[in-house]
């Protein structure tokens, strides 16, 4: 996808979050949250075939391999991805009136609702996942302006016409997730004739055959892709599996809410990391050192400069947007001490993911899948213990704690190993010189700030909190960008 159906799609996906509470109730949205978690848990099954297949699609253009080894391969992967899709949406309809019984925690709705509910999110997150592999082809076929027009066209028929189907036969967890159901099945046969289109032509005399001996060659970079998958996965999402089935359904529905408008943090520094990753590796390979570092400087006081205020903003005035955005006060009390958490921890993410970039240029990756893997295997049994006993507030404080230990121990380890010198002074000029005195700033603007229970006022509110962060932040960036002695490159 590009940037704007990028944004788009994000967008439209945390806009009408408040509307599904509001309409359905905080128990029916805990459901989709709920959904949504486990469209995110299926990417396990991919097993980096997705990626494999947009990478070999590309080779494939470039001139790479021939048009017979690659429908050869499409075939094979083909099968696997429908094999995938029917044997674990089976496992999960088997278990389906487990999840609905003994895993979540229902109180209002009846559970014969929840059961079929569960049947149907499961059909659909099934279908989802096995059109990642024409997603995948269709990426690497480099038709990214279609791709993004279908993501931007598809969102909208899932997350805003959803609605008038509500409005219709009612605002029940059924009825909202067979209209999941019918928009999945259009965009699964959109992609797959999008996707059929471009398969190229063999000749009469050559067969394709049945066999899965061409995913042997690109197995090595599929496993080494869900590997990292695999991590990431455990390092984000862990806590969400965890509180699902803690948490009442009502309070995780607000804990999901709070978590998703956190996670727009990752939003504002993605383009800035898919940016700076392909020049830092050109400059690496000219053996242009410090022009690396400047350019690794800079997008660090960029991102700090967008993500890491927002994230301090967010933080500071989680009540104030909470309440101006859903118009409803129980919202924003329940979801914001979470919220605020969630903030600052994925904004310590954004900025502790830079020696990944460094890593990425050099070309070796070996101490951030350790570092990656390490964190997995300490975060994992404290999240399970943690939220276990002390709920949403207390993973929000697990998670805020391993990113701050990942910024400020691993990040100083790995700059110590591959650049050494750099570390204090591109923390304590590229990252600690905006957020420190933004941080204070909105401490005393949030302190001085009358709290209000007007819809109004709490969005005036914020929109101080944003306007003292960003008065703050911009003028000493500009001071870093232009002043050498703010830079840690030139102290290195």
């Given amino acids: 996808m590009n940037y704007t159906s990028q944004i788009y799609v994000a967008?439209?996906?945390?806009?009408?979050?408040?509307?599904?509470?509001?309409?359905?109730?905080?128990?029916?949205?805990?459901l989709v949250a709920f959904f949504t978690m486990l469209q995110t848990w299926f990417i396990l099954l991919d097993l980096g075939l997705t990626p494999t297949?947009?990478?070999?699609?590309?080779?494939?253009?470039?001139?790479?391999?021939?048009?017979?080894?690659?429908?050869?391969?499409?075939?094979?992967?083909?099968?696997?991805?429908?094999?995938?899709?029917?044997?674990g949406g089976g496992c999960l309809w088997f278990f389906s009136e487990l999840l609905a019984t003994r895993w979540l925690h229902v109180?209002?709705?009846?559970?014969?609702?929840?059961?079929?509910?569960?049947?149907?999110?499961i059909f659909s997150v099934a279908l989802r996942w096995a059109g990642g592999l024409y997603k995948g082809a269709i990426t690497g076929a480099e038709q990214l302006v279609w791709l993004g027009g279908c993501y931007a066209f598809f969102a909208t028929l899932r997350s805003v016409t959803v609605f008038i189907s509500m409005?219709?036969?009612?605002?029940?967890?059924?009825?909202?997730?067979?209209?999941?159901?019918?928009?999945?099945?259009?965009?699964?046969?959109?992609?797959?004739?999008?996707?059929?289109?471009?398969?190229?032509?063999?000749?009469?005399?050559?067969?394709?055959?049945?066999?899965?001996?061409?995913?042997?060659?690109?197995?090595?970079?599929?496993?080494?892709?869900?590997?990292?998958?695999?991590?990431?996965?455990?390092?984000?999402?862990?806590?969400?599996?965890?509180?699902?089935?803690v948490l009442p359904l009502n309070e995780y529905g607000y804990f999901s809410l709070a978590v998703v408008v956190a996670g727009g943090i990752l939003l504002v520094s993605g383009p800035i990391s898919n940016i700076i990753m392909p020049r830092m590796a050109r400059?690496?390979?000219?053996?242009?050192?410090?022009?690396?570092?400047?350019?690794?400087?800079?997008?660090?006081?960029?991102?700090?400069?967008?993500?890491?205020?927002?994230?301090?903003?967010?933080?500071?005035?989680a009540e104030s947007l909470l309440y101006a955005w859903s118009g409803d006060i129980v919202t924003a009390n329940k979801s914001a001490p979470i919220l605020k958490l969630y903030a600052l921890g994925y904004g310590l993410l954004v900025v502790g993911a830079f020696p990944y970039y460094l890593q990425y240029a050099i070309g070796n990756l070996r101490l951030h899948l350790i570092g990656n893997a390490g964190m997995a295997l300490l975060l994992v049994p404290v999240i399970f213990y943690v939220a276990s006993h002390y709920g949403a507030i207390g993973a929000g404080w697990v998670w805020i704690g391993f990113n701050c230990a990942y910024l400020f121990i691993w990040t100083a380890y790995v700059h110590h190993r591959l650049a050494p010198g750099l570390h204090k002074n591109w923390l304590t000029f590229d990252v600690l010189i905006i957020l420190v005195p933004v941080s204070i700033g909105l401490w005393l603007g949030s302190y001085i700030l009358p709290y209000s229970n007007d819809r109004m006022s709490s969005f005036i509110n914020f929109s101080v909190l944003g306007l003292i962060s960003f008065s703050i932040a911009i003028p000493i960036a500009v001071i870093a960008f232009k002043n050498g002695k703010f830079s840690a490159f030139n102290n290195h």
């Fill in 53 to 87: 297949i947009s990478r070999e699609t590309a080779r494939y253009y470039g001139g790479a391999i021939t048009a017979l080894s690659y429908r050869k391969l499409f075939r094979a992967l083909s099968s696997v991805f429908l094999s995938v899709a029917v044997l």
């Fill in 107 to 121: 109180t209002d709705i009846p559970i014969s609702e929840v059961i079929l509910a569960i049947q149907v999110m």
């Fill in 167 to 245: 409005y219709f036969f009612g605002f029940t967890p059924v009825v909202f997730f067979l209209h999941q159901l019918i928009a999945v099945l259009l965009e699964f046969s959109v992609l797959t004739w999008k996707c059929y289109t471009l398969l190229p032509k063999i000749k009469k005399t050559e067969s394709i055959g049945w066999s899965f001996k061409p995913i042997m060659p690109v197995l090595k970079f599929s496993l080494s892709v869900a590997f990292t998958s695999f991590v990431w996965l455990l390092v984000t999402q862990a806590d969400k599996m965890v509180l699902s089935g």
């Fill in 283 to 317: 400059l690496h390979a000219q053996n242009r050192r410090k022009e690396l570092l400047e350019l690794y400087c800079a997008a660090t006081k960029m991102v700090c400069l967008t993500a890491g205020v927002t994230s301090l903003t967010l933080t500071f005035g």
């Fill in 11 to 30: 967008l439209v996906g945390i806009l009408v979050l408040p509307l599904y509470i509001k309409h359905m109730g905080a128990e029916a949205y805990g």
